[in-house]
């Protein structure tokens, strides 16, 4: 898992400077960060109303854009069953990782042109994620169905003798075919019944042949008996069958079942390999955009909440902090102290046990400067 804060703090003279001063405080020797500079063309601001309601509005498309992300990459980890390591290679930024994504975060400008309001930019990036959203379902639906399909044949061909398809174990010689009064009946009985089964099945109704009991198959929990009757027994021999639980299948040989049968599992089986290849095309590259569409979003809500803080003229650096192993805390304490001068609140020096009872600061931790979280652990189980 990799985490990342987007942050943004005024620029003194340049935002430049803004950027040195975030080294100075966090030296490769003290081992708190890699920072990098998360660049955020010169967008169109609007008014002050509108950036406040488009503030809300990106908070929410960020946490569904974020959600598809999942969505699509847990979905690959499903389609690649017991390939699933292999996850991390699939899921990529265009030809780039996603943790150099974000070291060398560029914006798309011809996907998203700068010239346009800003609402219209996060309305096209929320087309792009609602549209991958959409295919994913209709996708997974399709390839889910067939997968489910093959799964309940292959259960049937080898699960438990109560359920599986038994015209994979017996052979017509096995039956009384074309009989006009006597059928043969498939019985399954539990492994510890087969005696009893032995003793009692010519006893159970009239009109039992005598010695018809043959042992088919066998698995761990049951063996397979094929029986003789006359026909007009049937329902009662089943009835009685019942009360030993010795369980009489729903079986008549077909030779042209058989075959279909077979045709069917071998031509599901080949469906879902020819399906799997472009299914997995599909995800890693629809991944691949509603990443860069989120991306996108944590960009957009950067600039829109710089602005909101640090007014106009636009003047802010925006950057990319990447903590070290156990050292968010420390990082943090450090980050507070460099922007201590822009909390006008004073909030950030307030250790939670001095809250006033009932006092909340929303969900989100409060930081003095703009500060978003992402946390790339797309291979861990879905959140």
């Known amino acids: 898992m990799s985490e990342y804060w987007l942050i943004s703090a005024p620029g003194d003279k340049t935002p430049q400077q803004t950027w040195e001063k975030l080294n100075k405080v966090t030296p490769p020797s003290a081992q708190l960060s890699h920072n990098h500079k998360f660049p955020i063309p010169d967008l169109k601001v609007g008014t002050l109303d509108s950036l406040i309601g488009l503030s809300d509005d990106l908070s929410k498309l960020d946490v569904y854009a974020e959600g598809v992300c999942r969505k699509v990459a847990g979905y690959m980890g499903e389609v690649l069953e017991d390939q699933k390591d292999r996850l991390g290679s699939n899921l990529k930024a265009g ?11 560029q914006w798309n400008m011809a996907k998203y042109p ?3 309001p800003l609402k219209s930019l996060s309305e096209i990036i929320s087309k792009v994620v609602t549209q991958v959203d959409s295919d994913l379902r209709m996708k997974s639906h399709s390839y889910n169905n067939l997968k489910s399909n ?25 039956f009384i075919v074309g009989s006009e009064y006597l059928q043969t009946l498939l019985i399954a009985v539990p492994v510890q019944s087969v005696d009893e089964w032995e003793k009692k099945y010519e006893t159970l109704t009239d009109y039992v042949a005598p010695r018809s009991s043959r042992l088919l198959y066998k698995d761990d929990e049951y063996s397979l ?23 009489v299948r729903d079986f008549q040989y077909n030779e042209k079942d058989m075959a279909t049968d077979k045709d069917q599992l071998t031509k599901l ?4 390999k020819r399906m799997l290849g472009p299914l997995l095309r599909w995800l890693k590259v629809n991944f691949s955009e509603a990443f860069i569409a989120w991306l996108h979003v944590k960009a957009l809500r950067v600039f829109v909440e710089s602005v909101l803080r640090y007014g106009l003229p636009v003047n802010f650096q925006a950057m990319v902090v990447e903590p070290q192993k156990k050292q968010q805390k420390k990082l943090q304490e450090v980050l507070n102290k460099l922007y201590s001068d822009l909390d006008s609140t004073g909030l950030a020096a307030v250790n939670e046990e001095d809250f006033m009872p009932g006092l909340t600061l929303g969900t989100q931790e409060y930081y003095p400067y703009v500060f978003y979280k992402v946390t790339l652990d797309f291979e861990s189980p879905q959140r």
């Open 95 to 105: 030809d780039a990782t996603l943790q150099s994504f974000i070291h060398h975060f």
């Open 114 to 116: 700068v010239k346009l």
């Open 150 to 174: 093959l799964q309940s044949m292959e259960r049937k061909a080898t699960g438990s003798l109560l359920l599986r398809n038994l015209r994979e174990i017996v052979r017509k010689e096995d």
């Open 225 to 247: 008996y094929a029986v003789t009757i006359f026909q007009k027994v049937y329902e009662e021999f089943k009835y009685k069958c019942s009360r030993f639980k010795f369980f």
């Open 269 to 272: 089986a080949s469906d879902k």
